[in-house]
């Protein structure tokens, strides 16, 4: 269930970082921002999701990720501020 969580919340980062970037672009950037999101962002992603405490996965405040927002056990508190890096 872990490793479901982090592949769908690392999904979903991509998906933002690169709706961002086309929107800025002008036009869908396809594959290419998923690239630079893993260039960019892999490493602290990964860092994150090592830190993720395991009672907080699928717990149904933060592990859907639509109200994850508003949780404010640490980890996710981390994930609010690494989602504001990625908005110019």
């Known amino acids: 269930m ?3 969580y982090i592949l769908k919340e690392q999904m979903q980062e ?5 709706w961002i970037r086309s929107q800025e672009a002008g036009y869908d950037l396809g594959e ?10 892999a490493v602290s992603f990964r860092k994150w999701a090592e830190s993720v405490p395991s009672d907080c996965i ?3 405040v933060c ?6 927002m ?3 056990k640490p980890f996710n508190v ?4 690494r989602l504001k890096s990625m908005v110019p």
């Not at 981390?78 to 501020?81: S, V």
């Open 2 to 4: 872990r490793a479901n």
């Open 14 to 18: 991509m998906e933002r970082w690169k």
């Open 32 to 41: 290419t921002a998923f690239y630079g999101w893993v260039e960019k962002y």
């Open 58 to 60: 699928g717990c149904g």
């Open 63 to 68: 592990g859907t990720g639509e109200t994850g």
């Open 70 to 72: 508003e949780c404010q």
């Open 78 to 81: 981390q994930r609010k501020e």
